[in-house]
């Protein structure tokens, strides 16, 4: 590994670090100068058929290990990424653009708290058995580890994403290619040295980086990989149900989302306004739960749109080093212009007027970092293009409604169909409204509030199987069931 973590990143692989061999490298960037700071391999087909022949060595022990030992190796990485937070903050909040403090309470806990959940969660696992009453037999479901599969993740929460994949992957016996986002790639090369500190046996897990088209791509075509998880955006999920579909691979596809936020006038006010500040712009927006088409009971629209907008012209944008910032950069340029062009659709297709925010921002010093006004825009229907496609930024869309029925048609009304959030204290309603919402998550009178037991996943266009608890367990293993006869 190499010493100064701020330059060349290898791949991890058969529990070492090393060069891709095509000696191919792609430059990573900072977002908050919009400077290269380091590169990474650019690996191939070939990097990666040589990972998976580690990864099939390996299999052959790692899904013979006892669930104990493989418990104990799991919440032992998790202590080795919290010896690592502050360091590990630092990587992500320099490669991502994301506040420190952000990265510091939430994204390096959470990477943490997934290898210690799946380290736990692995040794309270259990198969079904079914009694065939009167036919004198009984049937056991056996639940295998299914080999060497792909775990494949975004930018946004690049840690935090990276090993919620791979903990259920291991802890349930298979052995993992990994590849994480070529745009935020430093903390994924960081874990390698703590899985082997941890004692993860060569071979469980290999980070191979590189480009979708090129890595990512080789991890789709591979024949021995035979399960892949992905997240990531829905048309780059297209593209992976596509290919892997012929070859019969087990798929979990956790993709997209423009998530509708219903706020009532019964609602606890002040806590609907914090949480939707939040909820709105956490991350620089760059969350795929965040709840960007606002919607609001006309008898306190006036009321909200005042508020609101005051407050978030109180959000302070900064370098993400500072304590202060709320917003930090966005991930790149290539992202910060296609939000702008987003923006831009007021203007050349006159879809709805700034209320605030709309304009990047210059930080002295760091003219070139991808910083950006959280911006609201007031739009005139639920059919245009803001309204419709997923921006990822700190973009959100205000418009007022009348009636249950009213705010439920524009709610579904989307390809996408992740999450949503609902502010009322009638319960009543709330049912109702759970009840009929097209997502895969209802967060009602709260925001983002995760228990890692809970099914996570969305519907229509945001994806396809359900992450979390045992459901991730299940995604990793293959079941078998087993029916004896006895006289
Ligand atoms: P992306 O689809 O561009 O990339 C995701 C990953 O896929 C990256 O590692 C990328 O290198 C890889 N990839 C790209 N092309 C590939 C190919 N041909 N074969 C294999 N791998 C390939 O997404 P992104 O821009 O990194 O992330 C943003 C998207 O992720 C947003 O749409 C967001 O909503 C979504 N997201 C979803 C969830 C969720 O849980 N549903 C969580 C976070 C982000």
Known sequence: MNNDYATRIQNYSNGSYQD???????????????????????????????????????????????????????????????????????????????????????????????FRFFGNAITQFASESHESIGLNAINFTLRKPIGVVGCISPWNLPLYLFTWKIAPAIAAGNCVIAKPS????????????????????????????????????????????KAI????????????????????????????????????????????????????FANQGQICLCGSRIFVERSIYKKFKSDFVSRVKQLVVDHPSSTKANLGALVSKQHLEKVQSYIALTKTKGQGTILCGGNRIIIKGYEEGYYLEPTVIEVPSNTCTLNQEEIFGPVVTLMPFDTEEEVLSYANDVTYGLSSTLWTKDIDRTMRISNQLQAGIVWVNTWMMRDLRTPFGGVKASGVGREGGFEALRFFTESKNVCIKYS
Not at 204 to 219: D, E, K, R
Not at 231 to 241: F, Y
Not at 254 to 269: Q, R, S, T, V
């Open 20 to 114: 891709p061999a095509s000696n191919q490298w792609i430059d990573n960037y900072e977002p908050s100068s919009g400077k290269i700071y380091g590169d990474i391999p650019n690996s191939n087909a070939n990097d990666i058929e040589e990972a998976v022949a580690f990864a099939k060595a390996a299999f052959s022990s790692w899904s013979q290990t006892t669930i104990e030992q493989r418990s104990r190796i799991l919440l032992k990485i998790a202590d080795g990424i919290e010896a690592r937070l502050q360091q590990l903050a630092e990587a992500e909040s320099r490669d991502n653009g994301k506040p420190i403090g952000l990265a510091k309470s939430v994204d390096i806990p959470r990477a943490a708290s997934n």
């Open 182 to 225: 070529e745009v935020t790639p430093m903390t994924a090369y960081l874990l390698g040295e703590i899985c082997t500190e941890a004692g993860l046996p060569p071979g469980v897990l290999n980070i191979i980086h590189g480009l979708g088209t090129t890595t990512g791509q080789a991890i789709l075509e591979h024949p021995e990989i």
């Open 229 to 280: 998880s992905f997240t990531g955006g829905t048309k780059t999920g297209e593209h992976l149900a596509r290919t892997c579909a012929p070859m019969f691979k087990k798929l979990s596809l956790e993709l997209g989302g423009k998530n509708p936020n219903l706020i009532f006038a019964d609602c606890d006010y002040e806590h609907m306004l914090e949480t939707t500040l939040r909820s709105s």
